[in-house]
């Protein structure tokens, strides 16, 4: 039994050692990658998230499910966690809000989780809040004894709308020392609005795409950023998987699968934005096909290249990146 304790002990150790053999950091941003499929169940993918540290702040975009998960495997600092930052509200961006909300709440957060993002998010919070006020309960009356204090108001989730009324419009999310946080329209219809993000904090950026199909603001409001990190479906792909469903006979499955090509952006195309935003690098992410049995990267990233010169990459769970302040360096790694 002590031998497992010991194990396990140095299991749970083991992302926080790899985390401080990498050389610390200058204060900058670092991007954790703790959810890149989109919403089919792919092993060792966890559903859409994003969470940038920058201060020693933790934010997320997107708490897709299983993605705590993957946060309390790597131990990320939740208790640090400031807000959670909503694209839209498809249940694979917004499955995992109300776990995130607890396990950040539990390991220490002293403050309720600004939940932001478009209209909808002040439903979401309400909701998310009775359904686990029993269990914040539950928590406390059993775990706040001498130094431990787990008060209720700290474990709520704040709701933050932000509202764009053009459709190519920004506005400013969060403000918080040095960091800003800029909320994008981009298109999603008919889930509308839909948001994605940009991160801009002592001289280096990144931006979040959210789900969007191509859309040319986005590349505006990307502009000059270090990173740009955009969802991405293959429809040649989603078209050969509704054909199959059609052929298996699961009329309704392929036909909502078939529905999905309207809303989403091709790998070619996030390239053809990355080169009007002039962004240094883009990392693919909420990646469709990822997984599936017919999936390669050859075939899912096909003609990317075709449009001139570009450095991509296409995200997976754990990847880290770190924009260090001061410099232009952009440095990928793993947990
Ligand atoms: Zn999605
Ligand atoms: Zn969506």
Redesign the pocket.
Known sequence: MVRFLLALAAVALLPFAAAQAQPAAPDGLKVIFCGTSGPLPIPDRAKACTAVIAGGKLYLVDAGPESTKNLLSWRAPLARAQALFIT?L?S??IGDVGEVNMQSWVAGRPQPLALVGPSGVDKLAAGFNLAYETDHGFRRAHHEHGDIKLPIDAGLLAPKVIEIAKPDGTAVAWKDGDLTVTAIRVA?DP?TPAFGYRFDYHGRSVVISG?TRKWPPLAAAAKGADVLIHEAQNNAMTRQMSQGLAAMGMARTSSIMADTVSYHTEPVEAADIARMAGVKVLVLSHLTQAGLPFYTPQAFTKGMDDGGKLDWRLAKDGMTIDLPAGSSEIRFGSY
């Open positions: 839209h498809h694979d961006h999603h889930v789900d």
